[in-house]
């Protein structure tokens, strides 16, 4: 078992930042590729940005690209997303997700997901 748990998500301004942190449980951590995912109401859930277990490969979805940033740090079992130039459009639930799986694979679900965190960006 992998227990995540987000923090970071807050009320901002367009144009401001914010740098969301997802802390995982078990020795294990540095195995996974990570993700973050966010849901906005009434709209699906999308994917953000994800990571390799070495922090080699990362993908972006074309609506963050250049924006925000993921990044990990194994040896404090954390992923972070820097979100830069922030958008009311990125408002949202944002979770951090954990699975035995490429970076770069779309399809399927993550097997471990974090509580999320609420991310509001006025205008």
């Known amino acids: 078992q992998v227990q995540l748990v987000e923090s970071g998500g807050g009320l901002v301004q367009a144009g401001e930042s914010l740098r969301l942190s997802c802390t995982a449980s078990?020795?294990?951590?540095?195995?996974?590729?990570m993700g973050w995912f966010r849901q906005a109401p009434g709209r699906a859930r999308e994917r953000v940005a994800t990571?390799?277990?070495?922090?080699?490969?990362?993908y972006y979805a074309d609506s963050v690209k250049g924006r925000f940033t993921i990044s990990r740090d194994n040896a404090k079992n954390t992923v972070y997303l820097q979100m830069n130039s922030l958008k009311p459009e990125d408002t949202a639930v944002y979770y951090c997700?954990?699975?035995?799986?490429?970076?770069?694979?779309?399809?399927?679900?993550?097997?471990?997901w974090g509580q999320g965190t609420q991310v509001t960006v006025s205008s």
């Open positions: 997700a954990a699975d035995r799986r490429s970076y770069s694979t779309s399809d399927g679900e993550y097997r471990y």
């Open positions: 990571i390799s277990w070495s922090g080699a490969g990362t």
């Open positions: 078990g020795r294990t951590f540095s195995s996974y590729t």
